[in-house]
């Protein structure tokens, strides 16, 4: 009995340690992936507004990036609670990440068809080399691609490792027979498959454990069928937990993920139990190979996407339904938009939300100033308490943003990345002190209502043409920043020299009135008040610009040279 004990112990326990080293090494590759990906993340969420056929391509190439479809789910639920992707986009990138997710099986697999690819062979090779480019590596891209080999490296030592400590059950007649049991009872097999995916909560995981069982020659070919089947519903569990505390929006991803993979695994189950009760018995009990899990696993997933694909908007209601979503649009002004806990697992694409984001303060900021604006030149009262509600709601989501942002520089992000979320600290800062003047401007306006004071009529024209050009400057700095163009930043350069000009000019114009007398001292006052206000508001939307000129600095000096002719 000890004995026995004892055999399992030194089956376990390197079972397990193989295991781990599959995971870690998993992570590892894929981290150095998403580095390596880093600015084409965003060209890749971008794609995936063109149709659902790219939603799939895209969706497919992440997850064969980040190497679980389960941690493509989680950022597409990510993605939709941040408003960066809808609910069509979003099954598309499911229906491909169930495709990505068969790049692991074919990478372990490829011992068998590739045999100079054997774990015995590439895996010390592998992490000797990532090694040896890791510590001669100066640049963070060389550290990028050492960490993709490195993690290949020990992900095959792993599965190496698990298959090694379970080749001794090929001789146990009692795991043998547990393996003809699943494969004579798909349930049992489906929910096998099911239970350990969602346990791991890793797909790619799951697959590990099945092909290094393969590797040993114990798994019939129907119980490796059902299996698959099971771990492709199991995988959904992450995505289901990733929906806890997200809109009802997001959560449809991962009723649309289980509703999607169970409808797959219904559809295929019952023609492979036809199959092997039927027509081809014997297959049913032959053992599988690693090769023959990895097309079985691969022509599963296409299959069942291209049968599910004239379905995808009936899923699509049908989640919507069961989470009672009516109205995708109707949000709450000072709840985050942009910004989701679960894109932080790619921070390329959690910078280019946060950058969203601020453009949307700074858009809040501006309302509020163009209200402030119209409470001062049109006496408009109603507009004063406005602008100090949305005063509220945009130091609100400052902090939000701020607080999301020190989370970004926690993580390993590019040095370009880096530098635009150090960016946008500033630039959120710009934002709050615009909204802080605008509300000045309403307070100087209910203070000027209280005490009965008003301009003349030619200082409101003086005020018209000054917070036309203000309001343009910002406008068009927010404009920069949005589409990262130059020509926006410029236009905001000139106007801030054209604010500060007539900031002087108006200034001495109105000093020459309060000594002729023309006007009188309290609105004096009020007038110069609402000036340095307006100037002040100029000089933030500079700074906002700066970051788009920063960092377009070439096309700036080509901008900035003189035109010349022949």
């Not at 000089?539 to 035109?563: F, G, T, Y």
Request: aromatic share 4%; net charge negative; charged share 15%.
């Amino acid at each position: 009995m000890i004995n026995g004990v004892m055999n399992y112990a030194e089956m376990i326990i390197p079972f397990i340690g193989g295991l781990a080293l599959f995971i870690y090494g998993m992570n590892i590759m894929a981290q150095g992936l998403q580095n390596a990906a880093g600015s084409k993340m965003k060209t890749i969420l971008e794609a995936l507004t063109q149709n659902k056929l790219m939603g799939i391509a895209i969706g497919a190439l992440v997850t064969a990036i980040v190497q679980s479809s389960s941690a493509t789910t989680v950022m597409v639920v990510g993605f939709v609670n941040a408003s960066l992707m809808n609910l069509s986009q979003a099954m598309g990138v499911i229906m491909g990440a169930n495709i990505g997710t068969t790049i692991t099986s074919w990478l372990v697999s490829s011992s068998e068809w590739a045999k100079m690819f054997s774990p015995e062979t590439i895996a010390p090779i592998a992490v000797m080399l990532g090694v040896i480019l890791s510590m001669s590596g100066k640049n963070a891209r060389k550290k990028e691609i050492a960490s993709i080999i490195i993690g290949f490296g020990i992900l095959f030592i792993g599965i190496q490792t698990m298959s090694s400590a379970v080749e001794p059950l090929k001789d146990s007649e009692a795991f043998r027979s547990l393996f003809v049991t699943l494969g004579t009872n798909p349930l049992l097999g489906i929910f096998a498959g099911a239970f350990v995916t969602a346990i791991i909560q890793s797909s790619s995981a799951s697959q590990g454990i099945l092909l290094s069982l393969a590797a040993s020659g114990l798994v019939p070919f129907n119980a490796a069928v059902y299996i698959i089947m099971g771990q492709n519903i199991g995988t959904c569990v992450t995505a289901l937990i990733s929906g806890i505390g997200a809109n009802k929006t997001a959560k449809c991803v991962g009723y649309m993920h289980l509703m999607f993979n169970i409808t797959g695994a219904v559809i295929f189950s019952i023609g492979a139990i036809i199959y092997f009760t039927m027509l081809n018995p014997a297959m049913g009990g032959d053992i599988i190979t690693q090769t023959e899990i990895s097309v079985i696993h691969t022509m599963f997933n296409i299959g069942t996407t291209i049968l599910m694909i004239p379905l995808s908007g009936l899923i699509i209601k049908l989640a919507m339904k069961l989470n009672h979503v009516e109205d995708m649009n109707k949000t709450d002004e000072s709840q985050l938009v942009h910004l989701d806990k679960r894109m932080l697992e790619t921070p390329s694409l959690a910078v280019e939300g946060a950058k969203l984001e601020t453009i949307r303060l700074g858009q809040i900021a501006l309302e509020n100033l163009q209200k402030a604006i119209r409470a001062i030149t049109e006496k408009d009262q109603e507009m004063t308490e406005e602008v100090k509600n949305r005063e509220t709601v945009i130091d609100r989501v400052c902090d939000n943003i701020s607080e999301y942002l020190i989370k970004l520089c926690t993580l390993q992000i590019s040095e370009k990345d880096n530098q635009m979320v150090t960016s946008l600290l500033n630039t959120i800062s710009d934002m709050e002190r615009v909204g802080d003047h605008a509300e000045n401007i309403a307070e100087l306006a209910e203070e000027m209502d209280r005490e009965d004071i008003a301009f003349s009529d030619m200082a409101l024209d003086e005020l018209r043409t000054m917070t036309k050009a203000t309001v343009s400057s910002y406008e068009n700095a927010l404009k920069a920043l949005a589409n990262d163009d130059i020509t926006f930043a410029m236009k905001t350069a000139a106007l801030e020299e054209q604010v500060d000009s007539l900031e002087k000019q108006l200034r001495a114009s109105h000093i020459d009135r309060l000594s002729n007398a023309e006007c009188s001292v309290n609105s004096g006052i009020h007038f110069l008040e609402m000036l340095g206000n307006l100037e002040r508001v100029s000089d933030h939307a500079m700074n906002i610009a700066q970051v788009v000129l920063n960092e377009n600095k070439e096309e700036k000096r080509h901008h900035s040279e003189p035109l010349t002719t022949n």
